[in-house]
């Protein structure tokens, strides 16, 4: 792969090389792509939510490390400053620390900082999208298995959020399954939340799953628990940005209530996550997992195209009412169904968790 993925690649067309990243703000109005060329860049663009998702931050500030190694010129105690301000760009997504941590570790002896941080960005990024690639072999098994279960040809998936391939290369996570039921020539149809208050279900992944020729439909948030009701959900997958030890998940706010819904009613709900995403220093998710807390013009404001095609931000809520806007909430491991892995399907349980991934 050579450092070339569908969310982000190495540019060298430029003076010196950089990191080329698709801006999500813009999606799906405009398509339109950041140089990343300092690391002052790199932080802006994580933080700013020109790049998102767990994986992709956590591959961009591999390559973060990279380009701030050319910025210090091969100085690994100067490259440890630039490294902890990557580390410290957003709090929730465990894989951008744990990118951040093992680049670090990796050069700590290196004799040539700079090639050696290129070629472990992009080893990092390739075994990731192989990670994919093996989740949307192990989730595709289990859409095959539900079919046969209800003796049905066609399926009905709920996700939320975005966790296709502008989250997570180079396949995604929750979506990686979907595309790969494509492949398999199953019959699927995926229920796309909106994901208030920044909309990345209606912007993101309804354009990845246009731009695949999947089915889909957008629904608004709240509407989920309506269709499980009424049978027209066969399962919800979604990704994670961070899940502890005993198998709690933090996902995007609104998370927590799909599964809530998904039990009440009898419809597995599944988590899709490579081995990045775990954090086995925390044992128990609900109390322990930072979770962001973002600006309120995000609640106050939203974004999209009038009808004249003008993209315009408008605001939706009384000037002096004010907003709260928590990025993440935390569904509790008694909630899922099992975790889909790179290493294979495992119940959201520590014993389990800890034979598979720390054994």
Sequence with gaps: ??????????????????????????????????????????????????????GVIGSVAAFGIYIAAMEVEGDYDALKEKAALIRESRPTAINLMWAVDKMMELLKDSDNLIEDARDAAIELNDAEALESQKIAEFGCDIIEEILKQKNKTRINILTHCNAGWLAVIDEGTALAPIYEAKRRGIDVHVWVDETRPRNQGASLTAWELSKEGIEHTIIADNMGGLLMQRGEVDMVIVGADRVSANGDVANK??????????????????????????DF???????????EERSGDEVKFIRGVDEDGVLRRVRITPEESPTKNYGFDVTPARLITALITNRGVCRADFDEIKEKFRG
């Design 1 to 54: 792969m050579q450092g070339n993925y569908k969310a982000l690649w190495l540019n060298d067309d430029l003076f010196d090389e950089c990191l080329e990243v698709i801006d999500q703000r813009l999606l799906p109005f405009i398509e339109d792509t950041r140089h990343l060329t300092t690391t002052e860049e790199v932080v802006t663009a994580i933080k700013n939510m020109t790049v998102r998702g767990a």
């Design 253 to 278: 706010i609104g998370t927590y209530l799909k599964a809530l819904a998904a039990h009440d009613n009898g419809v597995p709900f599944y988590v899709a996550i490579p081995a990045s995403t775990f």
């Design 281 to 291: 220093e925390i044992n128990d998710g609900v109390k322990e997992i930072p979770i």
